[in-house]
Nanobody, 127 residues
Framework: QVQLVESGGGLVQAGGSLRLSCTVS????????MGWFRRTPGKEREFVAA????????YYADSVKGRFTISRENAKNTVYLQMDKMKPEDTAVYYC????????????????????WGQGTQVTVSS
């Protein structure tokens, strides 16, 4: 059974930074692309960022491009989301997810492109 555990959420002022971590159990972490999504009350879960298996390719939502950075350390079974220049509209519960297939596919922005999810971590940005 694959388990994903996020950490690093919290309260930050606008303009500040946070780094989220997601550690994945199992020995096949490096075989799968990974993604970050977020959800605010009353809204669908939305794509934030995705990273390929070796970290060589990354993709971002337009709303976070230039402010957020996704990265991974395969030796530590961990994917990160560095969030800088944060805005109040970044307030959400953030989830990491494991790609349902190994490589990034055209579904990398869609929730159905992922088969395992973490429990989520709350991020709150105050104005």
């Amino acid at each position: 059974q694959v388990q994903l555990v996020e950490s690093g959420g919290g309260l930050v002022q606008a303009g500040g930074s946070l780094r989220l971590s997601c550690t994945v159990s199992g020995r096949t972490f490096s075989s799968y692309a990974m993604g970050w999504f977020r959800r605010t009350p009353g809204k669908e879960r939305e794509f934030v960022a995705a990273i390929s298996r070796n970290g060589g390719s990354t993709y971002y939502a337009d709303s976070v491009k230039g402010r957020f950075t996704i990265s991974r350390e395969n030796a530590k079974n961990t994917v990160y989301l560095q969030m800088d220049k944060m805005k109040p509209e970044d307030t959400a519960v953030y989830y990491c997810a494991k790609s349902a297939v190994g490589p990034l596919t055209s579904l990398y922005r869609a929730t159905n492109g992922y088969d395992y999810w973490g429990q989520g971590t709350q991020v709150t940005v105050s104005s």
